[in-house]
């Protein structure tokens, strides 16, 4: 195995850790909790692993996501609501045969 490269000046040791008996590692002390999610890449040359933090999108919202015009209307649709500047509308619930 390769030396542990030492280019990201960004990055602290926060501990030393060992895999126990089902190959796991605790990650507490680097601030990871319960139902976190990461991105996890292996460098084969020097043995490093480098973890992202990642969210998931469910398949029936990513339509928000890749959507620029829609992304922009819910989110503009959510400032006014919060800001107050909204109506309801029960019309909008009756039917047309009525």
Known sequence: MGAIAETDADFE??????ADERS?????????RRKDR???????????????????????????WENDELRTSLLQGLADSS??????????????DE
Request: glycine share 8%; aromatic share 8%; charged share 30%.
């Open 83 to 96: 800001a107050g500047r909204i109506s309801y509308r029960d019309d909008y619930l009756e039917d047309d």
């Open 38 to 64: 990461y991105l996890v890449f292996k460098n084969e040359g020097t043995g490093e692993i480098r973890m992202i933090p990642m969210a998931s999108v469910p398949a029936r919202e990513m339509i928000i």
């Open 13 to 18: 040791r926060i501990a030393e850790v060992e």
């Open 24 to 32: 796991r590692i605790a990650l507490g002390r680097a601030g990871v």
